[in-house]
């Protein structure tokens, strides 16, 4: 089923019992290990390939040569020479653009429009990569502002950590791969890849493109382990960076492991949408809908929580249902569907688990709330008119990465504020309306990291800084934004005058 047309990747993968065999990249060479994984497609939970599975035993001379000789290399590329590896990157993925795309949909389960929308948002974060480095120029200061200063003076710049540790999300394999390696490599760092075990191969692949752009070899590596495996890579203190993107409850098994390192980590969201009485109806409904299906709702940034003012909550939420309807289920190589599979059959478990829970607590299914076999579901919609209860349900109170949303009406502002802000994720709150008044209370109470107004949450390339409040994060990812978190201070100061300077002390 996945066929790999380019003779460029011919490189890292061979064909074995007519199933792809893919090596994994350490520090400079393409490797095969004693074991491999399996790889499977949402499309149909057919294997698709094997990828060499690394070991902590295979880890640990890679991360010691990145360590010892690597992070080095990196750092003394010069910065013009960096960005001139990212603009052949950004001509790679172009070039190959086919091979990911299909990958992408075959690997993830993306729609056609999805995968090529992955690509280039992935080739504009590269190229973006200028606007990055901005952030990394330091300061100048002069010491006489202080008597005990006075005839010194100080630069303060900004340095890579080392080693990022860069652990990757299923639902945007590529574009979160890329996005890590642009802030970590432009700054200066070397850098370890954790692929997603479920689509690895979109990673590997981008190894391929990275080494061909002429990457320092000894500066990175993809560490296909298993993440039940990697709490010692986590735990290394040669790791100086952890860049994860990923769940909660992840999240906080690294913190718990990791010890004190730097951290940037997007976490867990599912997004309220706050809708005031003067709302363009067609548009929030389009608007809102989008932001349940899209991938499948497989997204952080996914509307899972709708809050309408009680005035209009008929028309809206008729509306929404009516959008929904309109969405074609089905396999993603199919040019008229609009929503594929849910990643895996454990994802479409957990949401039939949730949909029962929230039946049997008094909700209403509006659309939706079905399996259609295999990893294929119903976008859905459920109506909750229990203000009291609603905060019981599994669908309220955690994540469900699924296309699924509640929604309730409330009376006044502070109602709506109490129930978006109950959840505890704070990554993205949308507010559809126009009274400018309603719009600036709802900004300043909403604890959220980023407010959408008269849009649906869409972190697109990071243009905009994103990272989430509570249990959403820790950080930012965003242009410019996230070479704080994997950049150091260090101050240098001068004393021109030796022993004279304390002459000023009194």
Not at 64 to 80: C, M, N
Not at 339 to 347: C, E, F, N, Q, V
Not at 474 to 489: C, D, F, H, N
Request: aromatic letters at 10%; a neutral charge.
């Amino acid at each position: 089923m996945l066929e790999l047309k380019s003779s460029l990747f011919e490189k890292i993968v061979k064909r074995e019992d007519n199933t792809l065999h893919f090596k994994t990249y350490l520090a400079g060479e393409w490797v095969e290990t004693e074991e491999y994984f399996d790889v499977y497609t949402p499309i149909d939970n057919s294997l698709i390939a094997k990828v060499a599975k690394a070991s902590w035993n295979t880890m640990d001379p890679v991360l010691e040569l990145i360590y010892s000789r690597g992070r080095w290399r990196v750092r003394d590329t010069p910065g013009w020479k960096r960005l001139k590896i990212l603009e052949k990157l950004a001509i790679l993925l172009e070039e190959h653009r086919s091979d990911i795309v299909n990958t992408l949909i075959i690997n993830s389960g993306k729609t056609r429009k999805q995968a090529e929308g992955e690509v280039n948002a992935s080739i504009e974060r590269v190229r973006a990569a200028s606007l990055d480095v901005r952030k990394i120029f330091g300061e100048y200061m002069p010491g006489d502002w202080d008597e005990t200063t006075t005839e010194t003076e100080a630069v303060v710049r900004r340095e890579p950590y080392g080693v990022v540790l860069a652990v990757v999300p299923f639902n945007y394999p590529l574009f979160d791969t890329v996005s890590k390696i642009v802030y970590s490599f432009a700054s200066g760092n070397a850098i370890i890849i954790k692929p997603p075990s479920a689509d690895p191969i979109p990673v590997l692949l981008l190894g391929r493109l990275l080494e061909e752009a002429g990457f320092p070899r000894e500066g990175l590596a993809i560490a296909t382990i298993p993440g039940r495996e990697s709490s010692r890579l986590v735990s290394d203190r040669r790791i100086s960076v952890i860049s994860f993107t990923g769940s909660s409850e992840t999240g906080k098994k690294i913190l718990e492991t990791a010890g004190i390192k730097q951290f940037i980590m997007e976490l867990g969201g599912g997004d309220p949408a706050i809708v005031l009485p003067d709302a363009d109806l067609d548009d929030t409904a389009v608007k809102i809908a989008t932001g349940i299906y899209s991938y499948a709702g497989q997204r952080c940034d996914a509307i899972r929580l709708i809050l309408v003012h009680e005035k209009i909550y008929d028309k809206l939420k008729d509306r929404i249902v009516g959008e929904l309807s309109k969405i074609r289920v089905g396999d993603p190589r199919r040019e008229d569907v609009d929503m594929g599979p849910l990643i895996d059959g454990a994802t479409v478990k957990l949401l039939m688990e949730a949909i029962e829970d929230a039946v049997k607590k008094g909700g209403r299914v509006l659309y939706g709330g079905r399996s259609l076999g295999g990893n294929y579901v119903e976008p859905t919609l459920i109506e909750f008119p229990d203000k009291e209860r609603i905060k019981e349900i599994k669908l309220y109170h955690e994540e469900v990465f699924a296309p699924v949303a509640i929604i309730t009406s409330y009376r006044d502002l502070n109602e709506a504020v109490d129930l978006a802000n109950g959840r505890r994720y704070g990554l993205d709150a949308a507010i559809f309306g126009h009274d400018i008044e309603s719009i600036r209370k709802l900004i300043r109470l909403l604890e959220f990291g980023a407010i959408y107004v008269n849009d649906m949450p869409r972190h697109g390339i990071g243009y905009y800084p994103y990272g989430g409040r509570k249990d959403s994060g820790i950080g930012r990812e965003g242009i410019g934004y996230s070479i704080e978190y994997v950049t150091a201070y260090k101050t240098i100061i001068y004393n021109y005058r030796g022993k004279g300077v304390w002459k000023y002390t009194l």
